[in-house]
């Protein structure tokens, strides 16, 4: 089982549209949680921290839920310049293991 | 936000020969550097950790003979790969820690023919 999985997509949706990723990861000792997008060719870059209480940044929101072992972003009102992919990210002891990532695409 | 730069940023090279990647923190000090490869259509992969003025950490599976890493200053960690295949084509990414957070160079992409 990979440590950490993501539904690899891709999520196709018109702009303005609200899309919603999902990843699980399996060791219950990670000890924080990210979320990186990566654009085609290019290094990955920090969208934002996840937090068990839930932290928004504009139109995205992420979640975690130790209990489950599962993270979420939630993407509202879907620009064109969203599309990119969405890396899944958690922290073991100092090292970063990353998803293979969901990919999204949107159209006009 | 913090600045890491790798050179070069593209590089083809024949089979058997070696291929040297700099990364180097620009405006901060990295006392932790990280070296990561991503396969097509895959996730970065972890390869080694790189401490500065100590001998870097291998991930399991990662040959250390064949991915020489040095740390010599507080910014600037190099990725030799030697007697490079063509299996060894990738993406390879250096990233430098800066607090808490770790901050990525724009990679490189290795060809071996």
């Known amino acids: 089982r990979k440590e950490v999985e993501q539904d690899p997509g891709p999520f196709n949706v018109p702009e303005g549209a609200t899309v919603a990723f999902n990843c699980t990861y399996s060791n219950s000792a990670s000890q924080s949680f990210f979320w990186y997008r990566q654009d085609c060719r290019k290094e990955p870059k920090l969208l934002m921290s996840v937090y068990s209480s839930g932290n928004e940044d504009g139109r995205f929101t992420a979640q975690l839920n130790r209990a489950s072992q599962y993270i979420s972003l939630l993407i509202r009102d879907s620009k064109l310049s969203d599309s990119a992919t969405y890396l899944c990210?958690?922290?073991?002891?100092?090292?970063?293991?990353f998803g293979t990532g969901t990919r999204l695409l949107v159209s006009p | 936000g913090a600045v890491v730069s790798q050179h070069p940023s593209r590089v083809i090279c024949k089979s058997g020969t070696s291929v040297k990647i700099e990364c180097r923190s620009l405006d901060f000090q990295a006392t932790t550097m990280f070296w990561y490869r991503q396969f097509p259509k895959q996730s970065l992969m972890l390869m080694a950790t790189s401490n500065e003025g100590s001998k870097a950490t291998y991930e399991q599976g990662v040959e250390k003979d064949k991915f020489l890493i040095n740390h010599a200053s507080l910014t600037l960690s190099t990725l030799t790969v030697t007697s490079a295949h063509p299996e060894d084509s990738s993406f390879y990414i250096c990233s430098a820690k800066g607090g808490f957070e770790q901050y990525f160079g724009p990679g490189t992409r290795l060809t071996v023919t």
């Open positions: 990210v958690v922290n073991d002891f100092q090292k970063l293991v």
